[in-house]
C-alpha cells in the first residue's frame, strides 16, 4: 500500500494528488494507492507531502511559496527512482498526451535542441521519448501549421455498435444482433442531434470521422442512410478529410464500400489487430484472418487510397515470432498507414474480468511490450511510414509492469489523419455526436477546454436525445 499525504488546502482540493498517484503506480502498478489531506497541516506554508509504503516513510517533501506541480512530481520521481533502482522512459510525464509539450514549444518558435533540452532537464524523459515525441511533434506541427484553429471545427459521429464485442473493449459498444432493433431508432436520434447541432455557420468544417464501434456493423441500407443524414445536415463540401473506420473485416462488404465512396468519404479503417487466428478466437473477434486482406483489397478497388490498419502488442498468449509475423502480413498488403497500439485492458474490459477469475494480474507478454513497440517503430520506418501522431494510455487495472502503454499512428507522407492530430493535441474544437461522444470545446486565447458529455447507454441516448442537444446549445453549439 502506498499512502500520501498532503496538506488540506481549500483553495486547491486535493492539490497534485492525481499526479502522485499516477506516478506512483507508473513506478509500482502492482499496488493500491491512496492520497489523505492533513487537517492539521492546512497552516502550512509551500508544499508539505508525505509518502509511506507498507508503513515506511519513503519520501517526505516541505516546498516553499512558490512551488511547481513539476517541482513535486520531480522529487517524487528520484525518490522512487532510487527505491525501485528504475527509471520512467517518460520521466515525470503521466499524461496522455506527452507531444503536446514539445508541439506547443514548436509552436512558440521554440528550436529542436531548446525542447530536447526542456524534456530531458524538466520531465526527465528518457532520449528514446524524447525522439519519438521530437518526431511526432515536428510533424504534427508541418501538417497543421497553416490551419486557422480558431476558425475551424470537426465532427465526431459515433456508431456504438459492433458485430461481437472484443474481450479487451471497455468503450461503450453494443452487439448489433441484441441491439437490432433499436437501431433505426439510434439513427433517428442521432440525426436529430446532427440537426440540432452538427452545422457550425460561423466556422469552418475541416474533418468528419465516424468512429464506435464498427460503423460498418449497419447493414448497408443503415449505413446509406447514415451517409444521407450527414450530407443533409453537415457541409461535407468544406472537409479536407471523411473518415470511416470499417474496422473489422467481417463488417465489410463491397456494398458498403461503394456506399461510403460515393458519400465522400476519403479515409477507412480496416484493422486486423493480430493476424494469429487463435488469437482472433481468443478475443472474440469473429473474422478469419483470411478476411483481413479480402476485405483490405475490396476497398483498393472500391478506390480508396487511404485505408489505415490497427495493430496491437501485448494481446494475451502472443510472443514477438506471433507479432512480427502480423506486422509482416499487414506490410505485404502496403496499407497507407498502420497505427501499433497497446493492449491495456481497463477494470471495465471482459478480459480483465477472465483474468481475476483465474487470479491473475501481470502477465508474461509484458515484458515483450517495450521491445516489440520499439522494433516495430524502426521497421516501419525501414519501410516508408513516419510517426504523425500517438498518445498514452492510462493502466487502470494495473494489469503491466510496462509504463510505456503508447499508441503510435505511422503513416506514408499525405496519408496521416488530421483528425487524428485534432483530438489528441486539442488544436480545435470536436463537436461528437452519438451516445458516449464527448464534445471537446477548445477556447483559443484562454488555455482552456471544456467536455460536454452525451450519455453512454444507447436506450438513454434515444430516450434522452433533447438533453443531449440542449447541452451543446447551452454551450454555443448548434442552432
Known sequence: MIQFEIKKNTAHPGEFSYDLKALALSFFPEQECQVAEREDWRDKTG??????????????EDLPEGYTKNQVKVSLYRAFADI?????????????????????????????EEIRDCLREEYLV??????????????????????????????????????????????????????????????????????????????????????????????????????????????????????????????????KLRILKEAGVTRVSINPQTMKQHTLDLLGR?????????????AREAGFDNINMDLIVGLPEEDEVDFFNTLNRVCELEPDSITVHTLVIKRAGRLRRKQLEQGGGIQPEDTLIPVLQRISGEYLQEKGYEPYYMYRQKNKAGTTRNTNQENVAYARPGKECLYNIFIMEELETIVALGSGGATKQVFH???????????????D?????????????AAGIGG
Open 286 to 298: 469473429r473474422h478469419r484472418v483470411e478476411q483481413v486482406a479480402e476485405a483490405f483489397h475490396m
Open 84 to 112: 525501485s533502482g528504475r527509471r520512467l522512459p517518460w520521466g515525470i510525464l503521466t499524461g496522455i498526451r506527452p507531444v503536446k509539450i514539445p508541439l506547443r514549444m514548436k509552436m512558440a518558435g521554440k528550436s529542436k
Open 126 to 255: 528518457g532520449e528514446s521519448k524524447i525522439s519519438l515525441a521530437l518526431a511526432v511533434a515536428e510533424r504534427e506541427y508541418e501538417l497543421t501549421r497553416s490551419f486557422s484553429h480558431e476558425r475551424g471545427y470537426n465532427v465526431y459521429i459515433g456508431i456504438p455498435f459492433c458485430p461481437s464485442i472484443c474481450q479487451y473493449c471497455s468503450f461503450s459498444s453494443y452487439d448489433y444482433v441484441r441491439y437490432e432493433n433499436r437501431v433505426e431508432d439510434y439513427l433517428a436520434a442521432l440525426e436529430k442531434e446532427m440537426r440540432g447541432a452538427g452545422r457550425d455557420n460561423s466556422r469552418e468544417l475541416h474533418t468528419i470521422y465516424v468512429g464506435g464501434g464498427t460503423p460498418t456493423s449497419l447493414t448497408e441500407k443503415q449505413l446509406g442512410r447514415l451517409m444521407e443524414m450527414i450530407h443533409a445536415h453537415l457541409p461535407v463540401e468544406q472537409a479536407l478529410e471523411f473518415t470511416v473506420e470499417a474496422g473489422r473485416p467481417d463488417s465489410i462488404t463491397r456494398e
Open 445 to 459: 486565447g484562454e488555455d482552456r477546454m471544456e467536455r460536454i458529455e452525451n450519455v453512454k447507454s444507447v436506450e
Open 461 to 473: 441516448y434515444i430516450a434522452r436525445i433533447d438533453e443531449m442537444i440542449e447541452r451543446k446549445r
Open 47 to 60: 508544499y508539505p507531502a508525505r509518502c509511506q509504503m507498507d508503513g515506511q516513510v519513503v519520501w517526505e
